[in-house]
């Protein structure tokens, strides 16, 4: 039986007055969560301090939304894997498509933050999507392929455990437009057949895969039936308190 993992992708909103607020609102649902159902929350850098504070004790956990491809040094601008531990984060998302498509990181520079924080022993969420184009012309399968054997490239069978893949569809992020529960179903499974086959049958049976884009409380439930969804990764419902709750508590 898989884990089920609820994350919440903040962005580039919240204050950390707001976040703090915000986090306190959502505590309560995470009461549940446990080793079998994870929930995590991904504040902008500026307010994973005070969230870290807040949360403390309970079972929610602290993601980042980046961070930077090196240890440390003169990086203008970057966040450090061990900046990021300092202030209890322990899961970091990578290769989100706002990353991928708007400051342009490629399959490499991820493979390179992927490897760092795995090599750190930081959880990861590794994002994988197809443009609308790339749907439109039956590449997705071709697509997810090729960022999840770049990305995962040099990842050992047992550095696995630590890593999630979340299937978040380019053209569904943000615009209100889901995939239906079949088809991110289809890519889920082909998702798994692929790292069955990079790794093996047992590993790809245990990993983790959520569904990303436009997951709202009406949808979730839908989605989180299918059998090779395990999750979801949450943008602008996870801003909402009241939204996200429901979310964790789908049916
Ligand atoms: C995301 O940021 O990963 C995301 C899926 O956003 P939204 O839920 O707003 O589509």
Known sequence: ????????????????????????????????????????????????????TVIKGTNLMLGAQNMGPEEKGAHTG????????????????LG???????????????????KLALKHKMEIILCVGE?????????TNKVVEEQLKRGLNGVSEEQLSKVTIAYEPVWAIGTGKTATPQ????????????????????LADELVIQYGGSVKPHNAGELMNMSNIDGVLVGGASLIAEDFIKIINYE
């Open 1 to 52: 039986m898989r884990n089920i993992f609820i994350a919440g992708n903040w962005k580039m909103h919240k204050t950390s007055k707001e976040a703090e607020a915000l986090v306190k609102a959502i505590i309560p649902a995470s009461h549940n969560a446990d080793g079998k159902k994870k929930v995590m929350i991904a504040p902008p850098f500026t307010a994973l301090y005070v969230v870290n």
């Open 78 to 93: 970057e966040i450090s894997i061990g900046m990021l531990m300092d202030v209890g984060v322990s899961v970091v998302i």
């Open 96 to 114: 989100h498509s706002e990353r991928r498509h708007v400051y342009q990181e490629n399959d490499e520079l991820i493979n390179r933050k992927v």
């Open 131 to 139: 443009t609308l184009d790339e749907r439109e012309s039956g590449a």
């Open 183 to 202: 088809d991110a179903d289809d890519t889920h499974s082909f998702i798994r057949d692929f790292l069955s086959s990079l790794y093996s049958s047992a």
